[in-house]
């Protein structure tokens, strides 16, 4: 029971520090704070952690000689460079703007599908895959990718007709094989 009044006489008296070092430097110590941050927020979080400081030093702070509002001070510019150098050990921080396209869905599965229509169409007959090649990869027309390959315009929509034919019945035993959809 002694030491329960003890410790309350102890937490009062710690209290009453506190106040009044806020009473006596509490003014000189947020002007100081608001002139290193150059913001009045971060300067209360400054004097506030300060005074806790104070509180949770109270025996020291009482039978140190010197200054206590140069304790103080020195406090508040040391937790102010603290907070300037973690600041700058991060990363600075990038707000997003019209410009950034927010990453919007995963695209493994894209990645995946990509992977399995090109291994697809490596199975594909050399002239069925030239033919899809030069009119799908190279945005050419039947009559272009007919000039370009030497060959009938008949035959390239006959070879692109039996080549896609050719994809789906390998890209759907895929699917089959993986449990999924075609």
Do not use: C
Not at 90 to 107: F, G, I, Y
Request: charged share 25%; proline share 3%.
């Amino acid at each position: 029971m002694a030491r329960l009044f003890a410790r309350a006489r102890a937490t009062s008296r710690d209290e009453a520090l506190v106040r009044s070092l806020y009473e006596e430097h509490g003014k000189a110590l947020l002007a100081y704070a608001v002139r290193l941050t150059g913001d009045r927020a971060a300067a209360e979080d400054v004097v506030q952690e300060t005074l806790v400081r104070a509180w949770r030093h109270a025996d020291n702070l009482m039978s140190k000689e010197g200054s206590v509002r140069a304790w103080l001070f020195t406090v508040a510019r040391n937790l102010i460079v603290d907070k300037v150098r973690a600041k700058a050990a991060r990363p600075a921080e990038v707000a997003e703007s019209p410009s950034t396209v927010p990453v919007s869905r995963d695209h493994s599965q894209q990645v995946a599908d990509s992977m399995s229509v090109l291994a697809a169409i490596e199975g594909l007959s050399e002239e069925h895959r030239k033919v899809l090649v030069e009119i799908y990869f190279r945005d050419r027309s039947v009559a272009e990718t007919a000039q370009e390959l030497g060959i009938a315009p008949g035959t390239v929509k006959s070879r692109s007709h039996y080549a896609l034919r050719a994809l789906r019945a390998a890209m759907s035993g895929r699917a089959a094989l993986e449990g999924t959809p075609a």
